[in-house]
């Protein structure tokens, strides 16, 4: 089984501190593992120096959780989807087996091997998307041979398994990753199930509870099994990254306020650290710091910040004021900081701050060990920060996006979330294409239907004027009774957006003649007019429309009006902005309501690919229909 050599430290303290361990067993399994190579947890266990249950006692205690002797593993029968989904490498790289899952709770239980890794839980939640991982322990030997066992078919696995849970000795030569010779099994999926099958004679008793903290006795020695015993050092040095894992996702993960995150980063370090004020400094300028009595703002220097934003793996220095590396920075010697650890806090995206504690009372406040904590601490703390901040951004893509979809349609929406499109809301000048399209006869027709088929063909109707508009690159504004209203130009600026209006008008009439009503095809009207409006989110504060205004809109709603059917009647602006390749009609001039000058409407017939010159028809030449450019013509809403 693959995965990093365990420390001597982190097996030998907590069995010496309960007092299972003495100098000469020490001495012995070391001299074993020094002939046989392995383990040395291995060695105790072959040696029969400690019993297997008060091995994992101890640690059960110290990790707060539960133990299962090798004995029991070998009874269980683990599920293949399960195994499949962890993968034989995350397996061997974590030294551990996944042996449930719990759906309905989004759980995964796993049997890992002592010293756990400080990777364990968050490498497992990513993998299997899990909410929480309990974990037991187990000797690395029998988790090995659970491993052998579930994904490389050694039924025999645990034959290689001492009676006190000690694995084989493995050659001195040997190296990690080296001890089984055949490919793991292609893991079928016969089974659904993820239940943890026990034999029938276990009595489906698999785990051992954490033992109460009274003595208990053990073939002549006096085993205190009690967390007072292991010294602050030892939990703080050997186990600290688990604790932070644990400690970070039980208490800091759920948080999704920024603020309260970081006050909780900071909490668990003056737990951990032997220090007199931290801080968090991130590059996006947030700024937050709390000291040990909080009577005081922690005041990071910058010569400090920019040491450890370069660094590696950290700073530290026992005494800042003698440091070489901030002699001349003010704020190191008018705060009289001495020790200071400061170390990066990264993410996929790059570095975005640094994590900070210092000590003003004391010299060497802080060890090299401290060090890797710290940085344990903070690489725990960029991930919460990181999701934090995705978050925040989901969040606010899906309120922009709420807000948006109110007054654009769904293509628009995207454009301007990708920032291909912008939006002023607080109003704007912009030369905008407007359309207003109705139904010819609609007051008529809808008095002789009933309510419900007058709901069915206006429904129809719309979709179809939507998908022609949003087809041609424009926007719908809003339904005004059998009325649609669209623009071009008000979110973004192109220069195609006349043409492209006309294009829309002439496919919604083409539309508009494929519902019937009472057995005839629906016919519509169409006016359109390009100038200049006010464009921006107009209403009341809780009901607001992103629409535009002014006479430019005005004279586009009179055309509809006037439009008869199948019409599409557009004025001289709109024809002038089109360009060629239109082929269109030109109207009697015409008095409209609130227009002060006689317009002229331009009844277009069909619309073409740009021609070239030579082919366009100049005004006054033989035949009715004509084919845009038309000469300049003064506009309508100015003054002559």
């Known amino acids: 089984m693959s995965g990093a050599p365990e420390s001597d430290a982190v097996i030998v303290?907590?069995?010496?501190?309960?007092?299972?361990?003495?100098?000469?067993?020490l001495d012995r399994a070391r001299a074993h593992v020094r002939e046989q190579g392995g383990l040395l947890s291995d060695a105790v266990l072959r040696l029969g120096l400690v019993k297997e249950g008060d091995f994992l006692r101890v640690f059960a205690e110290l990790y707060s959780t539960r133990f299962v002797k090798a004995e029991k593993l070998k009874a269980i029968r683990l599920d293949d989807t399960l195994l499949e989904r962890v993968g034989v490498r995350s397996a061997e790289r974590l030294r551990m087996c996944?042996?449930?899952?719990?759906?309905?709770?989004?759980?995964?239980?796993?049997?890992?091997?002592?010293?756990?890794?400080?990777?364990?839980?968050?490498?497992?939640?990513?993998?299997?998307g899990a909410r929480s991982i309990v974990v037991y322990v187990a000797t690395a030997g029998a988790v090995a041979a659970l491993i052998r066992r579930a994904y490389y078919r050694q039924e025999d696995a645990f034959k290689e398994v001492t009676a006190n849970g000690a694995g084989p000795a493995m050659p001195a030569s040997a190296k990690p990753g080296e001890t089984f010779e055949e490919e793991p099994r292609e893991v079928t999926l016969e089974r659904t199930s993820t239940n943890i099958e026990l034999a029938p004679d276990?009595?489906?008793?698999?785990?051992?509870?954490?033992?109460?903290?009274?003595?208990?006795?053990?073939?002549?020695?006096?085993?205190?099994?009690?967390?007072?015993?292991?010294?602050?050092?030892?939990?703080r040095r050997e186990n600290a990254r688990y604790r932070i894992a644990q400690e970070f996702h039980r208490r800091v993960s759920l948080e999704r306020n920024v603020e309260q995150m970081v006050d909780r980063i900071l909490s668990v370090v003056f737990e951990l650290l032997n220090a007199d004020g931290a801080a968090v400094w991130l590059t996006s300028g947030r700024y937050a710091s709390k000291s040990r009595n909080g009577d005081h703002v922690v005041e990071v220097p910058r010569a400090i910040i920019d040491q450890a934003l370069v660094s590696n793996s950290g700073l530290l220095t026992n005494n800042a004021l003698l440091d070489e590396r901030f002699d001349r920075s003010k704020s190191v010697m008018i705060r009289g900081i001495k020790s200071v650890m400061a170390v990066p806090l990264r993410t996929r995206n790059g570095t975005i701050g640094i994590l900070y504690v210092e000590s003003v009372s004391m010299s060497a406040a802080f060890t090299d060990e401290d060090l890797p904590l710290l940085d344990a601490i903070a690489a725990q703390a960029s991930i919460l920060l990181d999701n934090a901040a995705l978050v925040a951004q989901v969040q606010r893509e899906v309120e922009t996006r709420a807000s948006l979809s109110r007054f654009l349609s769904a293509a628009a929406v995207e454009e301007v979330l990708s920032g291909r499109m912008k939006v002023n809301m607080a109003g704007q000048n912009a030369e905008v294409t407007v359309l207003f399209a109705d139904i010819r006869g609609f007051t008529t027709m809808s008095g002789q239907m009933p309510p419900e088929e007058v709901v069915r063909f206006l429904n129809a109707f719309f979709g179809e004027a939507v998908d022609a508009v949003e087809r041609h690159g424009g926007v719908v504004d809003k339904f005004i009774g059998d009325c649609v209203m669209a623009l071009w130009g008000a979110v973004d600026q192109r220069e195609d957006?006349?043409?492209?209006?006309?294009?829309?008008?002439?496919?919604?009439v083409d539309r508009a003649k494929k519902i019937t009503v009472a057995g005839q095809p629906l016919e519509v009207g169409v006016g359109i007019n390009t100038g200049p409006a006010v464009v921006g989110a107009i209403g009341a504060a809780r009901r607001l429309d992103y629409t535009a205004i002014g006479a430019t809109v005005n004279l586009a709603a009179r055309l509809c009006g006037i439009a008869q059917t199948g019409q599409v009647l557009v004025t001289s602006d709109t024809l002038m902005r089109a360009g060629p390749g239109v082929i269109y009609e030109a109207n009697e001039s015409v008095i409209l309501k609130g227009i002060e000058v006689p317009i002229v409407p331009y009844s277009v017939?069909?619309?073409?690919?740009?021609?070239?010159?030579?082919?366009?028809?100049?005004?006054?030449?033989?035949?009715?229909?004509?084919?845009?450019?038309?000469p300049a013509m003064p506009s309508p809403l100015k003054p002559r």
């Open 13 to 25: 303290n907590p069995l010496r501190a309960s007092g299972l361990l003495d100098s000469i067993g």
């Open 98 to 128: 996944p042996i449930h899952w719990d759906g309905a709770k989004q759980e995964l239980h796993v049997v890992a091997s002592v010293p756990l890794s400080s990777s364990l839980e968050p490498e497992l939640r990513q993998i299997v």
């Open 202 to 235: 276990l009595g489906g008793q698999v785990f051992e509870d954490a033992p109460p903290e009274a003595p208990a006795s053990t073939e002549g020695k006096t085993v205190m099994v009690n967390l007072e015993a292991l010294t602050i050092a030892t939990l």
């Open 497 to 508: 957006g006349a043409r492209k209006c006309i294009a829309a008008a002439l496919e919604m």
């Open 605 to 630: 017939k069909a619309l073409t690919l740009p021609l070239q010159l030579s082919q366009v028809m100049a005004p006054g030449s033989s035949g009715l229909h004509k084919i845009a450019t038309i």
